[in-house]
């Protein structure tokens, strides 16, 4: 023992100290971290979430051969080696495991054919092909999580950085010297969009987008200190998704409350029905007796964001509609002329934007992503890429079908309401919202293959 720290303390010295050795001192850094997630694999998991899922931390990378790797990428390699040679549980969660491994195999292979005949240089592929990679975190999940107390705890985690992202959101939202502190990445949290206005965007709103329902059947089914807690949470939560000011969010909760109400049982959906009710009326009190908003107050841009919705007339003639309109007609030409392997990621398809830069300027950007992510998948990997996605969400959702779960519903639901927005948001390929899907799908997954797998007295 003695002689191994002893071994541990002269790598470090010899990688400080001289150039020469700093591989070495990556490498004992490696085993090292390797050795904690193979010890604590559910902290190591949480951590994963908590890179992808909570706040922008500083941007940090390491040369790993020709790719700089980030630090969330390392550790789910980590966490994907233990669950390959140490898994609590020996199975790739069936279907919806063996789908998203061709998904992703058929994924790489277009990308890379799209690299080989010259359309796409390979760093100009890479970092639209990345992000996909967070959804072996399903096969994570499925693999070393074999009972489900530890996938409540993971969820549970889940939420709180959910909530703590939406705690940080609006405090950046009020312009509050807090939330400024925790702006590690300024100039990319608080985005303008194309209609001018001003939106916090964190990557904590896809987890709390994909719990919110999760979070309100908790706090429905608790009592005392617990459900204090799960409302503290759906509180931040809803911080979160109201900062973030996407529309299609708002609508999908709408369409998770219709969901709720269908499949949820007698308790939630009396509880829903009478919240509704609550929140209706206040609304109605607030019209009635004149409540203002004044324009120059921070919550005037999310009020007057949520009114469109109810002018369809004006959403029809925003810019970014529009301009989606001629995308996904660039898109549809593309993948047609594809039908088989695609484009590859990160190759332009015609599409430009105006990108601002620091100095306020704007100058043309090539757009290599598409906000319709159904037309997206197949325009950069065709029909089998596609196909094998829908099978992989599809084995996902079916067995909460045949055999409705409390516990599950609320995460299908979740999952449902993603799959809905991914019609005119970056559901699929960006990393907060892959994060969120993985880990819906890994603990639905994981869940019910546990059932399957548990020993029959």
């Known amino acids: 023992m003695a002689g191994g720290i002893l071994a541990l303390e ?20 490696g085993a090292g ?15 994963l979430l908590a890179l992808v899922g909570s706040i922008n931390f500083p941007a940090v990378a390491f040369p790993v051969g020709p790719i700089d790797a980030q630090p969330h ?42 690299v080989a005949d010259g359309a796409v240089p390979l760093s100009g592929a890479l970092p639209w092909i990345r992000p996909f990679f967070v959804y072996a975190l399903v096969i994570v999940i499925v693999r070393l999580f074999p009972d489900r107390e530890s996938l409540r705890r993971l969820l549970a985690v889940a939420a709180a950085l959910a909530a703590f992202s939406g705690l940080v959101a609006g405090l950046l939202a009020i312009g509050s010297g807090a939330g400024a502190a925790l702006n590690f990445s300024e100039g990319l949290l608080t985005q303008t969009g194309s209609d001018g206005t001003q939106r916090v965007r ?7 987008y994909g719990l919110f329902w999760l979070v309100v059947v908790q706090v429905v089914r608790t009592s005392g200190r617990e459900r204090a807690l799960w409302t503290l949470a759906l509180a931040g939560i809803m911080l979160n998704i109201a900062a973030s000011q996407n529309r299609n969010m708002w609508v999908g909760l709408v369409i998770g409350c219709l969901l709720m109400l269908t499949f949820g049982g007698a308790q939630i959906r009396h509880r829903v029905v009478i919240g509704t009710c609550v929140l209706a009326a206040g609304v109605t009190l607030m019209l009635t007796f004149g409540f203002r908003v004044d324009e120059d107050s921070r919550f005037a841009p999310i009020l007057e964001r949520g009114t469109t919705l109810f002018d369809p007339a004006a959403v029809g003639q925003e810019r970014s509609l ?21 484009i590859g990621a990160g190759t332009n398809f015609g599409q430009s934007f105006g990108e601002k830069r620091p100095d306020g300027t704007t100058h043309s950007t090539n757009q ?20 094998t996605f829908l099978v992989f969400l599809g084995a996902v959702l079916a067995p909460v079908a045949r055999r409705p779960d409390p516990t599950m519903i609320p995460c299908a639901v979740g999952l449902v309401m993603i799959m809905v927005s991914a019609v005119v948001m970056l ?10 899907i993985a880990l819906l799908a890994g603990v639905m997954v994981a869940w019910h293959r546990g059932e399957a797998l548990a020993p029959r007295h």
Request: neutral net charge.
């Open 202 to 208: 964190l990557p904590g709103v896809g987890l709390a």
């Open 10 to 29: 002269l790598a470090i010295a010899l990688g400080i100290a001289d150039p020469r050795f700093s591989k070495l001192l990556l490498l004992v850094l």
């Open 322 to 342: 529009t301009h989606r309109a001629e995308e996904n007609q660039l898109a549809w030409e593309a993948a047609s002329a594809n039908p088989l392997v695609g």
């Open 73 to 114: 990428e390392l550790l789910l390699g980590a966490l994907l080696l233990v669950a390959l040679v140490k898994p609590a549980r020996p199975t790739f969660g069936g279907l919806a495991g063996g789908a998203l491994i061709a998904f992703l195999g058929l994924l790489s292979l277009t990308t890379l054919l799209a």
């Open 427 to 436: 559901s699929f390929s960006s990393l907060e919202m892959v994060a969120a």
């Open 33 to 47: 971290g390797l050795i904690l997630v193979l010890s604590f694999p559910f902290a190591a998991t949480c951590l």
């Open 368 to 387: 290599n992503f598409l906000h319709n992510q159904y037309l997206y998948l197949l325009m950069i990997g065709g029909v089998p890429v596609l196909a």
